[in-house]
């Protein structure tokens, strides 16, 4: 079986910044609160027009043009968002009308924060059985649109975005994805969740003026189960692959607190310098973090030819889990 690896990848940051100056006009908080508590400065939100396709289009667009795959070639499309624009058709299939990827199956995958590891490990599979050959994975999010702005201890965290990656067979044995571990926790799913607007609690005049379609999260009990989780993450994928931490040359995190990566660098002894972080001008963009930092590390230069990477993610579900890319 062919291994699969990333050909190219894209991302697309909307225009529109929120400052953590601009957040003290709006909810009780400040700047020295953020930066203290989480490491956030600032973060793109997404203006009226926009929505998580146009992000994603824009980002899955750039990183066709790096892997010089033409939209037509593009043969799945895998979205992952936890804030689709409308609950069908998929997202997946909005951009590929946008993108004119019109020979490509397209569906979209929902395991939150996690949504870009995840999808990396299902497009692998699609690879290394010879089913497709060019699979595109675009993680996008609006997390504003499900932002309460009169509750300062979710609304300061969020920020919109997305990454996009195009996945292929690796034409070098020794790269791309070497291994995946994944995880969920379902019986935790009321730490983090949007309680209305589904089939369980449509929406109503009640939900919309009790606030019920935006993100609630149990903040403090998170951030234990986050260091935990992810700890864990890195942990078992290293151990699949019998491969140290000193072997890896990056970590690329979830990024929902400055803390939380620093907790988790500790608790797998590897240096933070070694830790790719953009939650100070991002937030946290739920699945779209990972994939827009690891397209950041790329364009900078933080990954070589030959060098490991590992990816490792926590969120809503719960779900966590990690991979381990050679570039
Ligand atoms: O995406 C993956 C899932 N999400 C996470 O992993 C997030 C995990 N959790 C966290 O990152 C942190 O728990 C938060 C950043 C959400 C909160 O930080 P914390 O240090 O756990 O604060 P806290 O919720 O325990 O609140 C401490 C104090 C409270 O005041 P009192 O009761 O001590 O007077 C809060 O009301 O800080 C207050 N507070 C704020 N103050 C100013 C909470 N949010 C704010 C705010 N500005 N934005």
């Given at each position: 079986m062919k291994r699969a690896a990333i050909a190219g990848t894209g991302s697309y940051l909307p225009k529109k910044v929120l400052t953590n100056k601009d957040l003290e006009k709006i909810v009780e908080t400040s700047d020295e609160w953020i930066t203290a508590r989480t490491g956030i400065k600032e973060r793109h939100i997404v203006s009226k027009e926009e929505s998580a396709s146009d992000l994603g289009a824009k980002a899955a667009i750039s990183a066709l043009r790096q892997a010089k795959v033409?939209?037509?070639?593009?043969?799945l499309i895998i979205v992952t968002t936890v804030?689709?624009?409308?609950?069908?058709?998929a997202t997946a299939c909005i951009i590929q009308d946008k993108i004119g990827a019109i020979n490509a199956a397209a569906f979209d995958l929902n395991a939150a924060c996690s949504g870009f590891v995840y999808g990396l490990s299902v497009a692998e599979q699609f690879i290394k059985t010879g089913v497709y050959r060019r699979v595109l994975l675009i993680a996008t999010e609006a997390m504003s649109r499900v932002a309460?702005?009169?509750?300062r201890g979710t609304c300061v965290l969020l920020g919109d975005g997305a990454g996009a990656a195009v996945i292929v067979?690796?034409?070098?044995?020794?790269?791309?994805?070497l291994s995946s571990w994944l995880a969920a926790a379902g019986k935790y799913g009321n730490l983090l969740h949007v309680p209305a607007g589904g089939s369980r609690m449509p929406a109503s005049h009640r939900t919309v003026d009790e606030h019920l379609h935006y993100m609630k999260m149990e903040g403090p009990v998170l951030f234990k189960v986050a260091i935990k989780s992810m700890v864990e993450a890195i942990k078992k994928v290293l151990s699949l692959l019998s491969i140290s931490p000193e072997e890896l040359a990056l970590v690329i995190p979830h990024q929902a607190n400055l803390r939380i990566i620093k907790a988790v660098a500790k608790g797998v002894n590897v240096p933070l310098e070694k830790f790719y972080i953009n939650v100070d001008l991002c937030g946290n963009m739920s699945s779209a973090s990972v994939a827009v930092a690891l397209d950041e590390a790329l364009k900078k230069g933080r990954i070589k030819s030959g060098d490991l990477v590992l990816l490792v993610t926590f969120g809503a579900g719960l779900t966590w889990g990690s991979c381990v890319i050679r570039f």
């Open positions: 033409h939209a037509s070639e593009v043969e804030t689709p624009d409308m609950f069908f058709p309460d702005y009169t509750d067979p690796a034409e070098d044995d020794e790269k791309g994805i």
